[in-house]
Structure formats: structure tokens, C-alpha cells
């Protein structure tokens, strides 16, 4: 039964999510106990460096080393904290940052199209490099898990859907784990029987946070970072035809295998609802209010576009599980689906993610693979991560 430390930090980049967990089993007898989970921010300069990185900002070799090092270490002391008045963990799985995802460049099942060198394999660059962890802490640490799905000519993302599966499968509810971090992402788990686990799908439905957040950034000239429960957008009204133009943006057309980020929406994307909310003299509460509709009706139109039927149930988590405004319209639109957080299944719907890579790290550390290929689109289901051993604090 190891003792696992999971750690991520999402597109948000709000902070760290640090879990420590309990494990027992490996597939469907897979078991987790949360022992302990903390978000652990970012200095605010060191966040700001990232997210400056994440829009594009150029940097050189030298100070990219540096960024790298300063969320290592950050990561490392979150680890470190996770395990106060606790055992020692055996091993961690790290995440990082994302500061750039570039996905294969195709369409669904399409073969790429050939525009740059090497856009078949895609690219991903998770910061926070994990040597600098293991030798920080002691502790044998797996990261870099996105790499060998691409690899594999994979999408290098979503990669917690093998681990939902094991999770919250049921043999009586076809059920959605839907994710709303920054960006949104689904996990379908199919009825468990027979091949069950062969028609798990999973993707990145749009966005999650991120435009939401950014708005309230830009109205609140920085001083806040996101809407309390999204009271804001609930006093507004959505404006329809402008989220009716926005579904069409090609990204929700492309059938799944697929997934996104910060490159697509990110300030520059934001910067154009912001220019065509004008154009529908939206005040900064309409404009919030349909920025927060685009992520419902994105989620529910990738449901109705690309899933074999509609969950029985859907299992919420991310922060936008605690945006209640969000859930309550997602509740609207799903009208025959019960929808609820991961909590109310037993997983905590906060550090779910850190919760799933430390999984992934267990079962790097036992041989097995941790992608499902018709998830990610890789050639052959792989082992994620590079193992970087103790050498000593």
C-alpha cells in the first residue's frame, strides 16, 4: 500500500494542488484514501513570469532554465508540506506546469496534415523538471507524463481517464466525469460489463476557467482572480447569438481525439469576446454571464456531437465544481442527467487531478501504462512518465 504524492498545477496557474494518497489495487480493484490535500499558490511574481511564458512571451534559454528550477523547487516544498504530520510517501508523481501544448495537427481520426515538421508527434512542455524534485525531497518522482503518449502520436492529453475508469465505473449508470479546470475535459465511462474499458472516450471539450477568470482579471484591473461562485455572471443575461458564434469556432467542430489550452483560450481569444461583446454593448456582468454560457453550452454540445448517448450522470470536479452559478446551468441543459461533484462519489472533486497522478506514477512505477489510446489517439497504449530515482536531499 504506498503512499503516493500527486501534484499538478492546472492552466488556471493558481497554484499547486498537492494530494497525498493512500493506494491499494491497480485496475478494478483499484482503492484510493486522500490523507491529505492542499492548494499551495504561487508567489505572485513567479506566477506572473509563468503565465507571461504561457501568452507568448519570449524569454531566453537562461531564464527558461531558471523558470524551470524556481517551479521545481516550488513543487518540491509543496511535497514536503503535504507530508507534515503524516508518514513519508514512497513516491511522487508530478505533473508541472504546462507552458505550451501544441496538439498533433489533425482532425479527429484524420492522418496529419503536414504543415511544420514533426506536427504528426505534437509538442508539450510541462515545466517544474522532476530530478530537481526528487533530489529536493528524497523521494522517487515520475514526470513528464504527457511526452510518450505523443510519442505514441497521441494528443498527450486527457491522460486521468484510464484512472476514472478504475475509479468511479459503474455497472448500472453510463456517467461523464466532467473536469472544469482551466480548460474543460470529459472522461465517458459506458456501463461496466463485458468491454467495457475499450469504450471509455475521453477530451478536451473547450474552455473550463480560464476565459472566465481572465475576464474578471481584466474588469477588476487584477485585484480579483475569479468569480465567487460565480455570483458575478449569475446577475447578468447571457447574450445567445454571440455564443452561438462563438460554438462555431472550429475546435468544437473537430471530432475527438482532441485536446487544447492557454494557445487557443487564452488572452488573445479573450481579447476577441471582449472586442465582440462590445459590438452587443455588453456591460462586464453580460459579458461574464455568456462567457460562463459558452462553457456550458460547449460542454453540452461536445456531449451531444461525439458521445455514443447522454450520461446517466454526471460527476463534476475542478473549481468550476464549486462555480454555482456554472453547475446549476449545467443542470438546466442536461435536464434528464443527474449531475453532482465527485465528492458526493467518494473522490474529492478539488484534488482529483493530483488525485490521478499519483495513480499514474503508481502504476509507472509497477510497468503499467497509464493511457488509453482511444483517449488520446496514441498508436499503443504506454508507459507515462521518465523515473527519476531518490539520490538524496
Not at 30 to 40: H, M, P
Not at 47 to 60: F, W
Not at 302 to 313: A, D, G, K, T, V
Request: some cysteine; glycine content about 10%.
Amino acid at each position: 500500500m504506498p503512499l503516493v504524492i500527486g501534484l499538478i498545477s492546472g492552466t488556471s496557474v493558481d497554484g499547486i494542488d498537492a494530494a497525498l494518497v493512500d493506494i491499494t489495487g491497480t485496475d478494478v480493484d483499484l482503492k484510493i484514501e486522500l490523507l491529505a490535500g492542499a492548494t499551495y499558490p504561487y508567489p505572485e511574481t513567479l506566477r506572473e513570469q509563468i503565465l507571461q511564458v504561457c501568452a507568448g512571451a519570449a524569454v531566453s534559454m537562461a531564464e527558461l532554465a531558471e523558470l524551470d528550477d524556481a517551479i521545481a523547487i516550488q513543487f518540491a516544498q509543496a511535497a514536503r508540506d503535504i507530508q507534515i504530520s503524516h508518514p513519508p510517501a514512497d513516491l511522487i508523481g508530478s505533473h508541472g506546469q504546462t507552458v505550451y501544448h501544441r496538439p498533433p495537427l489533425k482532425l479527429g481520426n484524420q492522418p496529419a496534415v503536414e504543415t511544420l515538421p514533426g506536427a504528426s508527434l505534437g509538442y508539450t512542455l510541462q515545466l517544474g523538471r522532476g530530478e530537481l524534485i526528487a533530489h529536493l525531497t528524497g523521494i522517487k518522482t515520475v514526470s513528464n507524463f504527457r511526452a510518450a503518449d505523443m510519442a505514441a502520436q497521441g494528443q498527450g492529453a486527457p491522460l486521468v481517464p484510464k484512472v476514472d475508469a478504475y475509479l468511479f465505473s459503474s455497472p448500472t449508470q453510463h456517467q461523464c466525469i466532467q473536469n472544469i479546470g482551466g480548460i474543460g475535459n470529459l472522461t465517458y465511462l459506458p456501463v461496466r460489463q463485458d468491454d467495457w474499458i475499450d469504450r471509455v472516450c475521453g477530451w478536451d471539450t473547450g474552455p473550463g476557467n480560464t476565459l472566465l477568470d481572465l475576464a474578471v482579471q481584466h474588469f477588476t484591473g487584477g485585484s480579483q482572480t475569479y468569480d465567487q461562485d460565480g455570483n458575478w455572471a449569475a446577475s447578468g443575461t447571457p447574450c445567445d447569438a454571440l455564443v452561438e458564434q462563438w460554438l462555431s469556432q472550429d475546435y468544437f467542430q473537430i471530432a475527438p481525439p482532441k485536446s487544447t489550452g492557454r494557445e487557443l483560450f487564452g488572452w488573445d481569444y479573450f481579447n476577441q469576446c471582449l472586442v465582440e461583446g462590445e459590438a452587443y454593448n455588453l456591460t462586464p456582468t453580460d459579458l461574464l454571464a455568456t462567457l460562463t454560457e459558452l462553457t456550458v453550452r460547449s460542454i453540452i454540445m461536445s456531449y451531444q456531437n461525439f458521445l455514443p448517448q447522454m450520461p446517466q450522470r454526471v460527476l463534476l470536479c475542478g473549481g468550476g465544481s464549486r462555480n454555482l452559478y456554472l453547475k446549476q446551468r449545467l443542470t438546466d441543459q442536461l435536464g434528464a442527467s443527474q449531475v453532482l461533484t465527485t465528492d458526493e462519489a467518494g473522490v474529492s472533486a478539488d484534488f482529483k487531478e493530483a488525485i490521478a497522478f499519483a495513480v499514474l506514477a503508481h502504476w509507472r512505477n509497477l510497468g503499467i501504462p497509464g493511457n488509453l489510446p482511444k483517449v488520446t489517439g496514441a498508436n499503443s497504449a504506454v508507459l507515462l512518465g521518465n523515473v527519476y530515482p531518490s539520490l538524496g536531499a
